[in-house]
């Protein structure tokens, strides 16, 4: 298990550019999270993955931003005509979720993403 | 999704038994409740998760009444590096429905030598 691995994980980028993340969840792990945390905030939900299919999207996610997993194992968030507003730390996360309980989430340690 | 509630903040020593409560009086039938622990610059990591009772692990307890609306996490003898925020999570992640977890904005917990 090496865990849930985020890239990169600090990013400068100017107003109006674009940015994509890339994550790389548990490799058994059927689903796939992000979230975006500010500072002093709890992580705020943005979608969520179960194998390729993207099952839900926060309200938060304009469209600017968009999140893939093309073949069910690595997932990429890009965020267009990036704005300050958008600086935050993105976090994903990776579960398997059976049939029955509730498998918690892995956290990768993010990517933190700075728009001047 | 039920709503959380959590003390912004709590002190504590080494060594010294900390009990951090959450609130949340409109848990449904389904939910689990799930703890989770972050430090500075990383990602949350879980602690420990139940459904009623008591459930123990090698680092916490967790402590949720008969009535499911609140419940304690229970960290024993803690040191300098317990110090983190810590998150009190209610939902239910089975099956495809659109029950995605969702944070507060947890509880900070400074402990002083």
């Known amino acids: 298990d090496t865990g849930v691995s985020q890239d990169p994980r600090h990013k400068i980028t100017k107003r109006g550019q674009n940015v994509t993340f890339r994550c790389d969840p548990i490799?058994?792990?059927?689903?796939l999270y992000w979230y975006r945390q500010t500072l002093g905030q709890g992580p705020e939900f943005l979608t969520y993955f179960q194998n390729e299919a993207q099952l839900e999207k926060s309200r938060l996610l304009s469209d600017r931003f968009s999140a893939e997993r093309p073949k069910g194992s690595f997932s990429t968030l890009e965020i267009q005509r990036t704005e300050q507003g958008d600086s935050a730390m993105y976090l994903c996360?990776?579960?398997?979720?059976?049939?029955?309980?509730?498998?918690?989430?892995?956290f990768g340690n993010g990517t933190r993403l700075t728009v001047t | 999704l039920a709503k959380t509630t959590q003390p912004i903040s709590m002190d504590s020593y080494e060594g010294q038994e900390v009990n951090i409560t959450c609130s949340h009086n409109?848990?449904?039938?389904?939910?689990?409740i799930t703890w989770y622990q972050q430090f500075p610059s990383q990602g949350p990591r879980f602690i420990i998760q139940g459904y009623k009772t008591k459930v123990t692990n090698e680092v916490a307890s967790l402590f949720i009444p008969a009535d499911r609306k609140s419940s304690t996490l229970s960290l024993p003898r803690v040191s300098l590096s317990d110090t983190a925020v810590y998150y009190c999570?209610?939902?239910?992640?089975?099956?495809?429905?659109?029950?995605?977890?969702?944070f507060g904005s947890g509880t900070r917990l400074q402990v002083q030598p």
């Open positions: 409109n848990i449904a039938t389904n939910d689990y």
């Open positions: 996360a990776s579960s398997f979720e059976p049939t029955g309980g509730n498998s918690p989430l892995h």
């Open positions: 490799s058994e792990h059927n689903r």
């Open positions: 999570l209610v939902g239910d992640t089975r099956g495809t429905g659109r029950r995605a977890l969702t």
